[in-house]
């Protein structure tokens, strides 16, 4: 029973998209980018002066806007997950990293991006096409894509290239890294 307090307080985390943490990270002047898949590198989302947010639609029962903009035949979490930014529950966001790996998220992510459903004007929308196979083609083909991705990042947030370079190196992106 001592510990239910702990549960409840994470439990409450999770209620809202901008909740207490995410708050928190905004008023210390952080940027705050939202993905919605496991794939996505952390590398990518935790850089310099930035924090990760995986996008959830909590208490999000019908996503009756966003059915009228996606199929209603796509999963109910890429359709939720619209409702709740057309209804202004990620405006918090700087930026929303995707990646290539499911249809429906990609979707919504597409939308956010055409639609400027994101009240802020420097929120963009940017893809990583995660390769699936470990082979040569595909290490080089993804580390193309870390690149260019923490080069947007850089141009986008101000972060000078030796801090982004630095902090590569401490995760160890690298060839052997993949290998």
């Given amino acids: 029973m001592r ?25 210390d002047g952080k940027r705050a980018l939202g993905y919605t898949c496991y794939f996505m590198p952390e590398v990518l989302l935790d850089l310099p002066g930035c924090f990760a947010v995986r996008l959830r639609a909590p208490k999000c029962t019908s996503p009756d806007m966003a059915t009228y903009y996606m199929s ?47 009240q802020n004007p420097d929120f963009f929308v940017t893809f990583t096409d995660v390769p699936f196979k470990k082979n040569q083609n595909s290490i080089e083909h993804y580390e193309g894509q ?30 052997n890294f993949f290998l």
Avoid: P, W
């Fill in 72 to 118: 209603s035949r796509t999963c109910h979490y890429g359709r939720s997950l619209f409702e709740r930014a057309l209804e202004g529950g990620y405006n918090f966001l700087d930026a929303n990293f995707g990646t290539e790996t499911c249809t429906v998220t990609c979707r919504f992510q597409e939308h956010l991006g055409y639609m400027d459903v994101i």
């Fill in 3 to 27: 510990d239910l307090k702990h549960l409840i307080a994470f439990e409450n985390l999770l209620q809202e998209a901008n909740n207490e943490l995410v708050r928190q990270g905004k008023a």
């Fill in 146 to 175: 870390l690149q260019a991705q923490a080069e947007l990042s850089r141009h986008h947030f101000s972060i000078a290239g030796a801090k982004i370079e630095s902090y590569f190196e401490f995760c160890n992106i690298s060839e």
